[in-house]
């Protein structure tokens, strides 16, 4: 089963893990910044270069970025095949500081594939989703900023 989602909502962790919760899984893997557990989130970070943000904002093609998130889901799923359940859901619009921006949430039989699954999701939404953020700082200024793990990004190393 896969869920596959770009929404203006929180992200809902507990009802994600239940959509990818199965019987046969003796593991469910997700991430929380730079760890990996049950309960797994992208969450918003205060401070850029010593400066504070106080909020985020995401924009996306939804057409285009949900294709790609499909895209992931395929990827992940046919390097892992006994992957039971894969969920990816991404904010779009003004996200708070401390909510999650990106939740994956990943179910299988053995942990060692959803912990990798898992990782390779994140490392993919990062490189391929067409979803474009901005940040707001404390002093009244703003900045969209580039994601140098982006395929289209200047900085981007292949």
């Given at each position: 089963m896969d869920f596959i989602e770009i929404t203006a909502d929180k992200i809902d962790v507990a009802a994600l893990t239940e959509k990818v919760a199965h019987p046969s899984c003796g593991a469910i893997a997700s991430f929380l910044g730079a760890r990996l557990?049950?309960?797994?989130?992208?969450?918003?970070?205060?401070?850029?270069?010593?400066?504070?943000?106080?909020?985020?904002?995401?924009?996306?093609?939804?057409?285009?970025?949900?294709?790609?998130?499909?895209?992931?889901?395929?990827?992940?799923?046919?390097?892992?095949?006994?992957?039971?359940g894969v969920a990816i859901v991404h904010r779009i619009g003004s996200v708070p500081i401390g909510e999650a921006s990106v939740a994956i949430v990943i179910s299988s039989p053995h942990r060692a594939?959803?912990?990798?699954?898992?990782?390779?999701?994140?490392?993919?939404?990062?490189?391929?989703?067409?979803?474009?953020?901005?940040?707001?700082?404390?002093?009244?200024?703003?900045?969209?900023?580039?994601?140098?793990?982006?395929?289209?990004?200047s900085s981007s190393v292949h």
């Amino acid at each position: 089963m896969d869920f596959i989602e770009i929404t203006a909502d929180k992200i809902d962790v507990a009802a994600l893990t239940e959509k990818v919760a199965h019987p046969s899984c003796g593991a469910i893997a997700s991430f929380l910044g730079a760890r990996l557990n049950a309960f797994a989130l992208g969450v918003s970070r205060d401070n850029f270069e010593e400066k504070k943000v106080i909020q985020l904002e995401y924009e996306a093609y939804q057409p285009m970025a949900e294709k790609t998130l499909r895209s992931v889901a395929a990827q992940v799923r046919e390097r892992w095949p006994a992957l039971v359940g894969v969920a990816i859901v991404h904010r779009i619009g003004s996200v708070p500081i401390g909510e999650a921006s990106v939740a994956i949430v990943i179910s299988s039989p053995h942990r060692a594939d959803a912990l990798q699954a898992t990782q390779l999701a994140i490392d993919e939404v990062k490189a391929k989703v067409p979803i474009w953020k901005k940040e707001i700082y404390e002093d009244g200024t703003s900045n969209w900023k580039e994601n140098k793990e982006c395929e289209w990004s200047s900085s981007s190393v292949h």
